[in-house]
Each structure stands twice: as C-alpha cells, then as structure tokens.
C-alpha cells in the first residue's frame, strides 16, 4: 500500500536526522572494511533510492522527500560528530556543509525517483534499478584504484568486494525477472563510469 503524504514527510525527515546521526556512529566505531560504507557516497544515494522504492508511486514525491531524507541528514551528522567526539557545532552551517547539502539536494532527486522507476515497467524501471548499482560499481572501481597505493595497502580489495557485492544485491532484489536484472548490470557498468568521471570532474572544481 502507497504511504501517504504525510507519512512520507514525517519518514523523510525521522529517516534524515537516523541516517546522518547513525552514519557518524557506524563510520566511529565499526571496524574496517565496514566502516568505509559509512563515509560512502554509495550508501546515502541507495538510502534515497530505496526511500522512493518505498513510497511506490509519484516520482515527485519520491524525490522531494529523498532530498529532504538526504538534506537533514548532513547536519544530523554533524550534530552526532559534536555531540560524540567534541567537535565545533559551527561545522553545521559551514560552507562544506552546505556544499554536502547541495549534492544531497542533486542525489536525492535522481536516486529517489530511480526508486519509484524500478517498480515501474519498461526502460524506466531498468535503468531505476541500475543507478544505485552504478554508484556502489563506481565506488568499487575508486578503490580498486587505490589498492596499489602504498598508504592504502590491499586490505582495500575487501571494499571493492563489498561494494560490487551490494551493488549486485540492489538488482537482485530490486530487478524482478532474470532478464530485467541482467539488463540492469549491463546498464549499471557504463553509468558507473559516467558517474567516476563526474566525480573527478566535481573533485576538481571544489578542491
């Protein structure tokens, strides 16, 4: 059954302040590799997308409220860096954070209406179930990169095995048939590459 509106609202903004307060508490203290899926791009667009995979109907509302899930949970994660570890309150409304805001703004929209595509039919719901795929394939891709640099080690491999392995796990629960999930890993791959470029892109504007 479809959640209503304000079901979604008051679920996007509860589910905000528990992804970024619980994010900083998993990145603390879980031990690694795990730990890396908590400072992990790939983990906050799945939680966008699986937010519209949740709301079912209405791609409107499924991006509205997977960018406000994202939005709140910058400086809900922050405000757990303050509360747990001493750090500045200040880092709340600094200009990093609100940069975080913008691309969680931007992530929001294409992962949670990608959510509501992959229950829907035709090339709409392939290439749905693809995008957050494509993100844990990316990011499995950058560390791979990094395993043969000497201040990461090959202790690395371990993320490029979890982040492939989620990736693949999104479209098999997600796919339906064999088919369709087949087609979404073949969709994934090059929009994983898109996606690592657009990054190194981004890397260079803002650093």
């Given at each position: 059954?479809?959640?209503?509106?304000?079901?979604?609202?008051?679920?996007?903004?509860?589910?905000?302040?528990?992804?970024?307060?619980?994010?900083?508490?998993?990145?603390?203290?879980?031990?690694?590799?795990?730990?890396?899926?908590?400072?992990?791009?790939?983990?906050?667009?799945?939680?966008?997308?699986?937010f519209g995979y949740w709301v079912r109907s209405g791609w409107l509302r499924s991006a509205l409220g997977a960018t406000v899930l994202l939005v709140v949970a910058v400086p809900s994660y922050y405000l757990a860096a303050a509360l747990l570890q001493g750090d500045d309150?200040?880092?709340?409304?600094?200009?990093?954070?609100?940069?975080?805001?913008?691309?969680?703004?931007?992530?929001?929209?294409?992962?949670g209406t990608a959510g509501t595509w992959a229950r829907g039919t035709g090339w709409r719901q392939v290439v749905g179930v693809a995008l957050p795929a494509a993100v844990f394939f990316e990011e499995a891709a950058r560390f791979a990169g990094k395993a043969t640099d000497p201040d990461y080690g090959a202790g690395v491999w371990w993320n490029v095995v979890i982040d492939s392995a989620l990736g693949l796990l999104i479209v098999v629960l997600t796919g339906g048939s064999h088919r369709r999930r087949a087609l979404a890993v073949a969709v994934a791959v090059p929009l994983a590459g898109a996606i690592l470029v657009s990054f190194a892109l981004a890397g260079r504007i803002f650093s």
């Open positions: 059954m479809r959640p209503g509106d304000r079901t979604v609202a008051l679920a996007s903004v509860v589910g905000g302040f528990l992804l970024g307060f619980l994010d900083f508490c998993w990145i603390k203290w879980l031990p690694f590799p795990f730990a890396e899926l908590g400072n992990s791009t790939a983990t906050w667009a799945a939680a966008a997308f699986f309150l200040a880092v709340l409304w600094a200009p990093s954070s609100l940069v975080w805001m913008f691309f969680g703004v931007l992530a929001g929209v294409v992962f």
